[in-house]
Every structure is written in C-alpha cells, then in structure tokens.
Nanobody, 127 residues
Framework: VQLQASGGGLVQAGDSLRLSCAVSGRTLSDYAVGWFRQAPGKEREFVAAISWSVGSTRYGDPAKGRFTISRDSAKNTVYLQMNSLAPEDTAVYYC?????????????????????WGQGTLVTVSS
C-alpha cells in the first residue's frame, strides 16, 4: 500500500484547509485509513480514522467538532477537512493505512497499529 499526503500549507488562525491522502496498491475496501499529526518535540497524535468499506469514523480530541474525515472511493482518496484552525494545530500531518477487521468495518486509533504510512504534509497556522 502506498500513501501520498498533500494539501498542507501556511494559513491563518480561523482558516480552513483540506488535506488529501491518495492510496494505492490494494483493494481499499479491506482497509482502514487514519490521520495523525506530530508537532515539533511532541509525540505523534491521533487525529481521525475511517473504515473504508463502511465509512465509520472516529476522531481524536483535537479534531472533534472541527475536522471531518471522508473518503472518495472513485478516487481512492481520503480527505481531512480542517476548520477553525488554531496555532496549536501546527504539525506535520500523516496518513496511514492498515488492513481492517470485521469485513472492513474496523478502524484503528493507535499509530503502532498502522503498517503503511505516507510521507507527511506540513500544516502551519499563524496567529
């Protein structure tokens, strides 16, 4: 499985940004995809996850109420729509994939559960 994250950039506080994660190499209906982020000097943090086949989602605390994860099966792409961005959202954002369970309905929230990672895209939010 190969993942290519894109869409990061420099924005101001309160702005929105949409990250994309293009996934290739496997039958994606069998996989779960997650977004994580890592700020300088901090551990990698769970942001959101989605089960490809069912579309069920889960959000980490930083994302609740502001971010939305979705997938486009025709484009084999997972999106992370980020609204009301704040300086504390500044980080490198990574997408990851792992073979799901329960007929593709399961997603994972821990970084160590994902075997496949994209290269990351930098999001910088200025105050």
């Amino acid at each position: 499985v190969q993942l290519q994250a894109s869409g990061g950039g420099l924005v101001q506080a309160g702005d929105s940004l949409r990250l994309s994660c293009a996934v290739s190499g496997r039958t994606l209906s069998d996989y779960a995809v997650g977004w994580f982020r890592q700020a300088p000097g901090k551990e990698r943090e769970f942001v959101a996850a989605i089960s490809w086949s069912v579309g069920s989602t889960r959000y980490g605390d930083p994302a609740k109420g502001r971010f939305t994860i979705s997938r486009d099966s025709a484009k084999n792409t997972v999106y992370l729509q980020m609204n009301s961005l704040a300086p504390e959202d500044t980080a490198v954002y990574y997408c990851a994939a792992e073979l799901s369970k329960y007929n593709g309905a399961y997603y994972y929230t821990e970084a160590h559960e994902y075997a496949y990672w994209g290269q990351g895209t930098l999001v910088t939010v200025s105050s």
